[in-house]
């Protein structure tokens, strides 16, 4: 089968200027070049929207911060998924509508839904890749109170995560490997 | 009810010298006192212990490394859940055991199993407390190939989980805490 798409989070409420500087500007970008060729003839797309019941959130539905960003948006007819945890897996049918495919993740942030739904995909036994410049994140300060960029928390996560519970590539490199057995790549010349 | 006290892969096998340098040299004799804590009066103790299906890994059942570290291994008729995830609510009944309970959570490694537990316990609504001091990780390069040493790795992981997944805090903060409505304490001077 096929592989799933699967884009976290990507609402408005993730632009709010105080979340502070993120890395990854062409990410959105990126994501759109995923989309584009899954929907001309890969997998499932599956959307995840954070429906937080925080009232001090950003993400509450009906919040007009709630709402997916333009240009990454769903399509009519595309997955939409709701949840309420930091892993898609703990609070949605996620597993059983991905069943027997291999995930390709993106969206946002790196290091908490992102590598939250990661982390349990691959306790899950998927087989998963991050395309880890559709993803983005903030800087914060570590625990010790050593300010760290958005790239050090970044790139601290894609080390935890890769080789362990998936491998980390480039959008490209994705779009490459897919493209071997997209329905739209003729097998002969 | 009282809490549970979660211990996390605390086996022979993360003594292998391959793993590199570690940090926290205290932390198995915080696991001591808050083993010691538990065992006169607190809630109920869960050993966690990976059993890995991985051929390559240290810790199939049966490896001479695979056996409890001694010192903070269980005493008879306490429990021990096994797992073969890195999230131990992922591949055992973790959540039916310590269901209703708030959660206090030490162990090894901390961004590894440690952290994919707590991800997936804060996910599943547990009130979590990890005690940063009786768990301990290594060093290892990000994905932009800058070596992080184990306090720095230690230290980006508890600032991703605090306020979000759990509360971080000392072994001496929660034995102050805990005692507080351990059925030993006397409720009246």
């Known amino acids: 089968m096929s592989p799933a798409l699967i884009l976290i989070d990507l609402q ?6 105080s979340w502070g500087r993120r890395n990854n500007l062409g990410a ?14 890969n997998g499932p797309i599956v959307h995840v929207r954070h429906d937080s019941r925080e009232p001090n959130s950003k993400y509450p539905p009906g919040q007009p911060l709630h709402a997916f960003k333009p240009g990454t948006a769903p399509l009519p007819g595309e997955s939409v998924l709701s949840k309420t945890t930091c892993s898609a897996f703990l609070s949605a049918d996620l597993a059983e509508r991905v069943a027997g495919r291999s995930l390709v993740i993106a969206g946002v942030i790196t290091n908490s ?3 939250s739904t990661l982390r349990s995909a691959g306790d ?8 880890h410049d559709a993803c983005f994140t903030f800087g914060k300060r570590d625990w010790f109170g050593v300010e760290r960029s958005a790239d050090q928390v970044h790139g601290m996560t894609l080390a935890n995560l890769h080789g362990e ?6 959008t490209s490199e994705i779009l490459c490997a897919v493209e071997t057995y997209s329905p739209s790549s003729p097998s002969l010349p």
């Open 12 to 17: 408005l409420a993730i632009d709010d200027p």
């Open 165 to 170: 519970y998936c491998r980390v590539l480039t």
């Open 124 to 131: 899950l036994g998927f087989s998963v890749t991050l395309a």
């Open 113 to 115: 839904s992102v590598e």
């Open 28 to 41: 959105e970008a990126n994501v759109g070049l995923l989309l584009d060729n899954w929907r001309h003839g």
